[in-house]
């Protein structure tokens, strides 16, 4: 099966400026995850969304970081406007399971959007 | 709350050497506890899971056991390899979300 598409697969942009990554998850995973991996760090939730509803955005910086996913297939992340901090590897990934369901159900990562912002 | 702790590298090894990372855990319920592998460029993949305590899992000559006496989940191999050189992280996942946490990653070098 294909796996999790995402694009771009590097962007540079300059502070203050705006960005936007985009997910395709695999067919019939409904739910969908956003995460942030800085360097030297582990992987960090962003958002998670439920077909087309948010589960969980409560480490979404909100005065910068905008997702959405319109019909519950494709999700879009977008960041405006840009810090230095915001330099990271954008990770999505995708699952079977909803929320509160067991781990055996697959979850697949895309090979994320690596950001530098200078 | 749910966090990981992982060994600290970046480890050197030669090739055909022992390998150990170690990972502790907290989480509150029972969770699931994975290991993830990223090489140079990649994205991660999935090593090894275990999804209730005793469990082994293993992979590639990887192992590892989830022993919750001492919430644990260390990683080990017998004989690495040149082409094992990568990022290893330890993730747990809860029974109540669906999210993974994940330690800060461990970077292996395999010299031959």
């Known amino acids: 099966e294909a796996g999790v598409a995402q694009s771009p697969r590097y962007k540079i942009i300059e502070k203050r400026q705006s960005v936007a990554f985009w997910c395709n998850p695999i067919?019939?995973?409904?739910?969908l995850y956003w995460y942030q991996q800085i360097l030297g760090q582990g992987p960090k939730l962003l958002i998670q969304?439920?077909?087309?509803?948010?589960?969980?955005d409560s480490q979404l910086p909100k005065d910068r970081f905008s997702a959405e996913r319109l019909k519950g297939v494709d999700s879009t992340l977008k960041i405006q406007p840009a810090k230095l901090e915001d330099s990271a590897v954008y990770l999505c990934?995708?699952?079977?399971?909803?929320?509160?369901?067991?781990?055996?159900?697959?979850?697949?990562f895309g090979s994320g959007t690596r950001l530098t912002v200078v | 709350g749910n966090s990981v702790t992982q060994m600290e590298g970046p480890v050197t090894l030669s090739e055909e050497a022992f390998l150990t990372i170690n990972c502790t855990y907290t989480?509150?319920?029972?969770?699931?506890l994975f290991w993830y592998v990223q090489y140079p460029g990649e994205g991660l993949q999935l090593l090894l899971k275990?999804?209730?305590?005793?469990d082994k899992g293993s992979n590639k000559g990887f192992e590892a056991t989830y022993r919750k006496e001492t919430t644990s989940f260390h990683l080990e191999k017998g004989s690495v390899q040149v082409s094992d050189s990568a990022v290893y992280f330890c993730?747990?996942?809860?029974?109540?979300?669906?999210?993974?946490?994940f330690g800060t990653g461990t970077s292996l070098t395999v010299i031959p």
């Open positions: 990934a995708s699952s079977l399971a909803g929320a509160g369901v067991g781990a055996n159900y697959g979850y697949t």
């Open positions: 067919s019939g995973h409904a739910t």
């Open positions: 969304f439920q077909n087309n509803g948010v589960v969980d």
């Open positions: 989480a509150t319920g029972y969770p699931s």
């Open positions: 275990a999804t209730k305590a005793d």
């Open positions: 993730a747990l996942r809860t029974n109540t979300g669906n999210q993974f946490y």
